[in-house]
């Protein structure tokens, strides 16, 4: 059974937050969890950005996103989407 991830992404970042959510979405393919990260609008204030988990469990993978998250301080920026 495939598994999904989805993160919502606010859409007004500065320059520091817009990098550390590209390394993020990097973190996530080079560790490969997936391969590809679909990007869809959810509304004027959020993008959704949607895969499916290739590698590891989706809890191993939601350890290493909020680990991520809360090093980089990006808990105003992105969270897990359920």
């Not at 320059?15 to 590209?22: L, T």
């Not at 191993?60 to 359920?82: C, G, P």
């Amino acid at each position: 059974m495939e598994k999904g991830m989805k993160l919502k992404v606010r859409k007004q970042l500065d320059g520091r937050q817009q990098s550390n959510i590209i390394k993020l979405k990097g973190s996530i393919i080079s560790r490969g969890y997936t391969q590809i990260i679909h990007i869809a609008d959810q509304d004027e204030e959020f993008h959704i950005n949607f895969f499916d988990i290739e590698t590891g469990t989706a809890s191993e993978v939601q350890e290493f996103i909020n680990a991520f998250i809360a090093r980089e301080e990006l808990e105003d920026s992105v969270s897990i989407f359920k």
